[in-house]
């Protein structure tokens, strides 16, 4: 039988601080109210009350504290053990179904947040943007993106402005193309070739993919920018936003290699929340590692300088992998340094300025045009200090 704690707080204790190392519980409001805050003020401040939760990001992820956590009334908090969730999925299935719906909701808003932090300008959500996105792929040689997108503007706006251009583009791509799934499908497993599109953002769809082979990167463009969201492998799960919140798709998802993918529609999320607890906490933990990175890449927006910003996400991809490291540990990335400056969102007209002074850094240098780290633990130290400068600056 699951056991609870319950704890009591003052006004204005301190609950959770921001960067303090993460613990085995989290906490679901009883009674009171909370205000949250971070040290890089990107996102506003958040009241929580009764029913609310706070700290489930660093808990089931387990890295640090995200953000401070200040009582603003007297608060009873009912603690909740990282090795009780799957208890409580069992026991109080609403409860696991409000915190993956609320991670999934600020996944959204996180996402919005750092296009329009990274690439200075608002996101355009709408199904127009599909033309757009289908054009930018096919000017760069993409064209099994390119028709996809071709034909998901047509299909969402059939007699749209462009919808005649769409039509010659994408009747002149489709037979050089291996674009598949144009339309979908009752296919629980599909395959996708190298450099397909899975779905577009902008586009309507209701099902999650769980990449069983192969590797598929989730990006968002802008103002002819793609930024490199994440590179996703094996066991991964995507699309997920689209299937809980029934909105359209807030990224897009391409196959990065051949991939195999297993499709959950609505019916099937439901069965597995009611009848699969561990799939459950292993959908929430996922949540929580991605809401970190999130936090993380804010964090980086504010860094101005193009070189530090490099090193920090260079220095994110290496924490996101929880490379064991000790000083003079070196690595080898399977990245570029033009698949680097994408994920910075630093735009296409930029990069090969910067990249000239990149690749001159004492800390990384170039093997078959990857990146190779010289030592792990001297970038992440100064990617930490980066950080605690640009927050500093922010904060005068």
């Not at 919808?163 to 598949?180: G, I, Y």
Request: glycine share 4%; hydrophobic share 40%.
């Amino acid at each position: 039988m699951l056991q609870l704690a319950f704890l009591n707080y003052r006004k204005n204790a301190y609950i959770l601080i921001e960067g303090k190392e993460a613990t085995d519980r989290f906490f679901i409001i009883q009674s009171g109210q909370v205000r949250c805050s971070k040290v890089l003020n990107v996102v506003e401040d958040t009241i929580l009350g009764p029913g609310d939760f706070v700290g489930v990001i660093p808990c089931m992820a387990g890295r640090p504290q995200t953000e401070t956590v200040i009582a603003m009334t007297d608060v009873v908090l009912i603690s909740v053990r990282r090795d009780q969730y799957i208890e409580l999925v069992t026991s109080n299935t609403p409860v696991a179904l409000k915190i993956i719906r609320t991670f999934s909701e600020r996944m959204r808003t996180l996402n919005d947040l750092l296009t329009k932090l990274t690439l200075k300008n608002n996101v355009i959500a709408s199904p127009e943007q599909l033309y757009s996105i289908a054009a930018y792929y096919e000017e760069n040689g993409n064209i099994d993106v390119a028709s996809y997108g071709f034909y998901q503007y047509l299909k969402a706006c059939p007699t749209g402005p462009m919808a005649e251009n769409a039509k010659r583009r994408f009747v002149s791509l489709k037979p050089r193309s291996k674009a598949v799934y144009y339309e979908p499908s009752a296919d629980q497993l599909r395959s996708y070739p190298k450099n397909t599109m899975i779905f577009s953002e902008c586009q309507s769809g209701s099902d999650m993919f769980i990449i069983q082979s192969g590797q598929v990167k989730i990006t968002k463009f802008v103002n002819n920018n793609e930024v490199t969201l994440a590179v996703l492998k094996k066991g991964e799960f995507f699309g997920e936003m689209a299937l809980l919140e029934n909105k359209p798709r807030s990224a897009s998802a391409i196959a990065f290699e051949d991939c195999k993918l297993l499709v959950v529609n609505k019916q099937n999320f439901n069965q597995m929340v009611q009848t699969q607890a561990k799939m459950i906490f292993q959908i929430t933990t996922t949540f929580a590692e991605r809401l970190w990175s999130m936090d993380r890449q804010l964090e980086n927006t504010a860094i101005s300088d193009p070189i530090n910003k490099l090193l920090d996400m260079l220095a994110l991809q290496i924490e996101k992998m929880r490379l064991p490291y000790t000083k003079g540990t070196s690595y080898q990335f399977d990245i570029t340094p033009v698949d680097l400056c994408n994920m910075c969102g630093i735009p296409n007209e930029e990069q090969p300025q910067i990249i000239r002074v990149f690749v001159t850094n004492s800390r990384i240098k170039l093997v078959a045009n990857k990146i190779f780290v010289k030592d792990v633990d001297d970038l992440i130290a100064f990617s930490i200090y980066c950080r605690n400068h640009s927050a500093k600056k922010a904060a005068q």
